[in-house]
């Protein structure tokens, strides 16, 4: 699998869903109750293996997704994952801005970090154009479904999940017991 992503390539569909389906097994024994993939499915293949009730499709600019993966490290010591690019887009032309800030590593791993093979902008490039030209087709299977929810990225993850829960009409807990607190 290292191999396969180091060279900017897509792991086969077969191979995710033997390690899904074992996942999905594992985690139904433990009362799970549902999950999140990143960049998968890219095909209806999902439709066998289980129930779908909602595809959520986290949208992000080109721009932002491209200079995240390019800003990726990975402590060499202690395997924590951490990002330097910090993203700040202004908004024009009716379209709002953006502001995600770096995911900087704690001082003791600052100095170990290294970049993962495959962060290079020509194979970002052409994994994202490989991606999307493969999601379209899901992304209408999963429409035509009554299934999908688009969701715009406005920004990192403080912006972002309070309006993704709001969207999905949840509460997060954490605010629960802040303000009960």
């Known amino acids: 699998?290292?191999?396969?992503?180091?060279?900017?390539?897509?792991?086969?569909?077969?191979?995710?869903?033997?390690?899904?389906?074992?996942?999905?097994?594992?985690?139904e024994a433990k009362g799970e109750a549902g999950f999140i993939l990143d960049g998968f499915p890219r095909t209806e293949i999902l439709e066998g293996v289980t129930d779908i009730d909602l595809v959520i499709n986290l949208k992000l600019r080109e721009e932002a997704l491209l200079a995240k993966c390019l800003g990726r490290r990975i402590c060499s010591e202690c395997g924590g994952n951490y990002n330097v690019a910090c993203i700040d887009i202004k908004g024009e032309n009716g379209n709002p801005g953006m502001y995600m800030g770096p995911?900087?590593?704690?001082?003791?791993?600052?100095?170990?970090l290294i970049t993962r093979s495959d962060d290079k902008e020509e194979v970002v490039r052409?994994?994202?154009?490989?991606?999307?030209?493969?999601?379209?087709?899901?992304?209408?299977?999963?429409?035509?479904?009554?299934?999908?929810?688009?969701?715009?990225?406005?920004?990192?993850?403080?912006?972002?999940?309070?309006?993704?829960?709001?969207?999905?009409?949840?509460?997060?807990?954490?605010?629960?017991?802040?303000?009960?607190?």
Do not use: M, T
């Open 1 to 27: 699998l290292d191999e396969i992503v180091s060279q900017g390539k897509l792991v086969s569909d077969e191979i995710i869903i033997n390690l899904l389906s074992k996942r999905l097994e594992a985690g």
């Open 103 to 112: 995911l900087l590593p704690p001082p003791h791993c600052a100095s170990k």
């Open 126 to 181: 052409e994994r994202l154009r490989i991606y999307n030209e493969k999601s379209r087709p899901v992304e209408e299977f999963y429409r035509r479904r009554g299934k999908l929810l688009e969701f715009d990225l406005p920004g990192g993850i403080p912006e972002s999940w309070p309006k993704l829960l709001q969207a999905l009409n949840l509460e997060d807990p954490e605010d629960k017991q802040s303000a009960a607190a």
